[in-house]
């Protein structure tokens, strides 16, 4: 657990990718938001990450794991970092972060959520394409 914001990128690995907060709309029958909702977020901040290494779309081949550490309320500023840990000839596998910020008087930051997925480059038609750096030794083709 850490005090701020600022504490929290410290605390993370890679770059912060998407600061976002929930709305009431956003949460199940306990009170707190859906996974699904976090899971979203995670896909996009991944697809940020691993478009930009690819220099062009990408798709999601694979959520790897996820695992959900602590709840996330309605109130919390939350928070997504993202690092490239791997790629391959056409993949990217990135790690994502989740931090949320509660509490006014005296806030808080806490990790709550971490998963690993893979996205592959894709073409104009939705194939897989090698990465840059293959692609300017061997043409196009995977
Ligand atoms: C992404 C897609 C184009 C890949 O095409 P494909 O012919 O199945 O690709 P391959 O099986 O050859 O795998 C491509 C790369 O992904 C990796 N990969 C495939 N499945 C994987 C998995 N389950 N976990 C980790 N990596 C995986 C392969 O190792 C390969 O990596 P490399 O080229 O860096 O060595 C195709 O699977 C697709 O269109 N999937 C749907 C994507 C989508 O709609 N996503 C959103 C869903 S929410």
Redo the contacts with the bound molecule.
Sequence with gaps: MTASLDDASRAAHGELALRVAPMPADVNINGDVFGGWILARI?LAAGLAAMRRARGRV????V?SVQFKQPVSVGDVVSLYTQVLR?????I?VAVEVFAERGHDAPVTVKVTEAQL?L?A?DDH???RLLPEFAAQAGDD?
Excluded: L, Q, Y
Aim: net charge positive.
């Design positions: 896909d798709a999601t081949v694979a790897n790629t391959g000839r056409t993949s596998t893979t592959v894709i939705g194939r897989k995977c």
